[in-house]
């Protein structure tokens, strides 16, 4: 099984910054997308920024200039780079991952989720 790994939530002030990392490990061939989506009480989840592998990448317009999107193809890492952050960010943000598995047997992985709480 393909499994994620976040860390770097936690509770910062508006205007502060996070960076939340995602490890993928297990029996992986190749990850072909790497996404951050992240869910707030009562909304509907939602995807926060998403990354090829070959460098491509997406952002919600909510976030578009405050937050980054990175990955290390080498060791199945993906980064987002969370700046000017304002209450509206708070959600628990999910790691999610697609490619395929050692023996081409294809995977949408997930993590469990970290905190963010941004307070005013």
């Known amino acids: 099984q393909v499994q994620l790994v976040e860390s770097g939530g936690g509770l910062v002030q508006a205007g502060g910054s996070l960076r939340l990392s995602c490890a993928a490990s297990?029996?992986?061939?190749?990850?072909?997308?790497m996404g951050w989506y992240r869910q707030a009480p009562g909304k509907q989840r939602e995807l926060v920024a998403a990354i090829s592998s070959g460098g491509g990448t997406n952002y919600a317009d909510s976030v578009k200039g405050r937050f980054t999107i990175s990955r290390d193809n080498a060791k199945n890492t993906v980064y987002l780079q969370m700046n000017s952050l304002k209450p509206d960010d708070t959600a628990v943000y999910y790691c999610?991952?697609?490619?395929?598995?050692?023996?081409?047997?294809?995977?949408?992985?997930w993590g469990q989720g970290t905190v963010v709480t941004v307070s005013s």
């Open positions: 297990g029996g992986i061939r190749v990850i072909a997308t």
């Open positions: 999610n991952a697609k490619g395929l598995e050692s023996f081409f047997i294809p995977f949408d992985a």
